[in-house]
Each structure stands twice: as C-alpha cells, then as structure tokens.
DNA sequence: GTCTATAGACGGATAGAC
DNA sequence: GTCTATCCGTCTATAGAC
C-alpha cells in the first residue's frame, strides 16, 4: 500500500510517552483508510465479475498492492464482499428514508425516484453488486433482506394502502409499485452497458441524467394513477 | 451421459447398406438431444454463478456427465455460454414480435407487458443469465445488442413517437418507457429470490401469477397516459 | 503493517483407451 | 460417443522475513 502520503500526518511524533495516544490514532487511520481503498475497489471487481468471478489477486492489483494485504485486512473473500454489501445497503437504507408517509403521495414516490435515481447515479457499482447477489440467490444477504428491507417494505405498504383508501392513489398492489420504483430506477445503474448500445452514447451528462430522471418520476407518479388531495 | 433411453431407438438396426443413412439419423440425434441436455444445465449453472463463476465441472456434474464430454460438445466454456445468450435471445425476440404497431396502443403494449411477464415466469434462469451478462458489461453479446435489439428498439421508438403524436399517449421519451418495461417485467425473474423473502412465500401459483401480470399491466398502461384513440 | 514465497485445492482443456 | 487420467494455470489462504 502507498503509505507515503498516508503517513504524513506523523511526521512530528516525539519520545515523550504522551504520544502513545497519537500512534495509537495514527494507526487506526491507517488501517481505516487502507480498509475504505479496499472495499471501494473490491466493490469494482466483483460489480464486474461477481462473487466467485472476483479473485482477491484483482482486487489487490487494483488497489495496488499485494495480494497477501487483502487477508491481512479481511480475513476472508466472502467477509470482504459481505461488507460491500453492508457498505451498499446503508446508503439504500439512506434513499429510503426519503420515502416518508406526508398527505402528499406525489411528493413522497417522486422524492423516493429521485432519491433512487440519484443513488444509481452516484454509485452503480454497488447497485450492481446488489442485484448480481440477489439474481444468484441473496444467500449471502438473506439477513439484510429479512431484518431491513422486509420490515421497511411493509411499513410502506400500510402508508400507500392508506394512500389508496384515501382517493389519493388508483387501487393496485402496494407492493407491485414498490418493485416498479427500485426495477426502473436501478435499471439505469444495472443495465448501463445495455443502455450505452442502445444509444451509442458514452455516457449521459449530469444535465441528460436530470431530464432522464425527471422522465421516470413522471412515468411513475401516473402509475400510481395520483389525485390531487 | 446416461445413453440407455436415449438410444432405444435404434434396436431394430440390420447390416443392410439402407441403414447408414438411418445411422446418420441417430447420431445426429444424439447430438442434438446431447446438446440440448447440456445447453439447459448450463443455463442454470450460469444464472446460479454467471460466467467466471461456473465451472464445467458444476454443469457436467448437473448433467451427469463427466466433464470431458461438456468438451466434445462445446469445445470452450465461453462457446457454450454464447450458445446459452443465444438461445435466450430467440426468446426475448419472440416476445418482441407481439409489440405490433396497431392503431391501439394500450394493446400493443399491453400484450408486450403479458408476453414479458410469461416469459420471466416461464423461463427465468435465461432472464439471469442474460441480466448477469449484461450487469458485467455486455463484453458476451454486443453484437446481438447492436445488431438485433438495436434496430428493434428504434423501430419501437418510431411508433411510439406516433401514437404521442396522434395523442394517443402522454408525451414522453420512448425509450425511457421501454426500459421501464424490460425492468418491470424481468424484475419479477431476475430478482426471485429478493421477492421470496420480502413476501415470506416460497414461489406464486399460477394463478397469483396471472394476477401479478395484470398489476403490471395496469401499472404500465397508467404510466403511457393512455387516452382512447 | 508490508511483502515474497508457497501450500493445497480447483479451474479449463486435452490425450488417448474403449 | 464416452470416459479416466492428467497437464498446467489460477484460486484462496497462510507462513514468515522485514
């Protein structure tokens, strides 16, 4: 690992015993930052390859260094992908927060696509970890999926079946419009090299991704068949 | 490969010289059953692991072969992953043909929507693979996606363009629309196991099924602001 | 905390008997 | 067409010098 500029911030440490504290500190940024390098480019590879298509030699050449500092960090392939995905699910647990029950239905599902879209843009690449683990089964997420989104899904369920009680929504399957919202929106994360074919386009610019944003908030708000209050 | 059934057909062979072409027959035969066999488990091995993580080994193991004969048929892994995206593409592009250009949109899209759906029901490993493929960057099948879902995906964009223009939808980007479909619909395969543990079901009957399909379809049809022509 | 070297299992692919 | 045995490369993980 390139330690020089990492370890700058030492550079003034005395004998006095007082700096044990600060070696201690010094230390912990160390292997903090060492740790966030690594599970930023082990979330590249196995994006690109999946589990078991992802070596631990790729991600160390990646990250540039040996193969061998990788299990010094994480003792195992599978406790290093188990923490890209804990990594991924916070920030999904960050959108969805966004999804809250106010008296206007409109605001809150187009906040949530927005939120959604904004996170597919900002970090496909755990997007895309996430759906290679679910379409291979989710056996190594079955615990987030049952302890954090099912009780996060339900609890939106009860508010749009509220929703629609209220005249504020056409009648539907709560849960059917919920994998309409994360089915399109991470669509544009997953499926980018489909996406960029199609268009022979490189890539969309921060302007085209607001407007194309903008076009899947519409598409879903008249899904929901929404009413004025 | 268990040939004991497979070659109960030819029992009744004599030495007549009119029994090559017969010979010729069941060969090809073997061949062909053999490949199929072998095409259908490697479908499911790559959609459980995508490519890198399958191993022939795994797919001569769930063919009940050994592994060399996996190599007498298909004389690499990627030649038999190719065979798999092809076969899976004929079928997405069966149900493509069903998106005609008739005078009624919320047909034509609602029986695309119905033949999707079947589809992810019908076959949902092919969905895997094919969305695996993809997610790891299209390296497999940018030919097919440049030269078959491309021209089809712009002749689609010219008729919708149409019926917005004769107001027979809300304006909006065709494309955005398509990619809510292909999301929506291969949700349902691609992502199973997800839908499994949120709902606490092992699978949906056939029934659920046909009413999940026109949730859907209604979700999708609200989204295009049909208007009656 | 970093690195080289290596153990031991498993990967794709092939040779050659039957 | 089928199968066993095997080549050779890469895999995960670890030992041990620095």
């Keep these: 690992m390139k330690t020089d500029d990492r370890q700058a911030d030492m550079t003034e440490h005395s004998d006095a015993p ?4 600060m070696l201690r500190r010094r230390k912990a940024h160390i292997r903090l930052s060492n740790e966030a390098h690594l599970l930023a480019c082990a979330e590249a590879v196995f994006a690109e390859r999946g589990f078991e298509g992802a070596s631990t030699a790729m991600i160390a050449e990646r990250a540039g260094v040996p193969k061998a500092n990788v299990h010094y960090y994480f003792p195992t392939k599978l406790a290093l992908y188990r ?33 959604k879209m904004a996170l597919s843009q900002r970090r496909p690449l755990g997007s895309k970890v ?9 056996t190594h997420m079955q615990d987030i999926l049952s302890e954090r989104v099912k009780p996060w899904m339900e609890s939106r369920v009860v508010v749009i079946n509220d929703w629609i009680a209220r005249g504020l929504l056409a009648p539907m399957d709560p849960r059917a419009l919920l994998y309409m ?13 489909q996406i960029k074919t199609l268009s022979g386009k490189r ?18 708000i008249r899904a929901c068949g929404a009413k004025a209050p």
Tied chains: 1, 2.
């Design 18 to 21: 007082s700096d044990e504290p």
């Design 83 to 115: 923490r890209v995905l804990d990594d991924v699910f916070e920030e999904w647990h960050c959108a969805a927060d966004t999804f809250d029950s106010s008296d206007n239905p409109v605001e809150a599902i187009g906040g949530y696509v927005r939120a």
């Design 130 to 138: 996430w759906a290679s683990e679910i379409i291979q089964g989710a």
């Design 181 to 193: 919202i994360w089915a399109v929106t991470q669509h544009y994360a997953d499926f980018d090299a």
């Design 203 to 220: 890539a969309l610019s921060k302007k085209a991704f607001e407007a194309l944003t903008e076009e899947v908030v519409a598409l879903v």
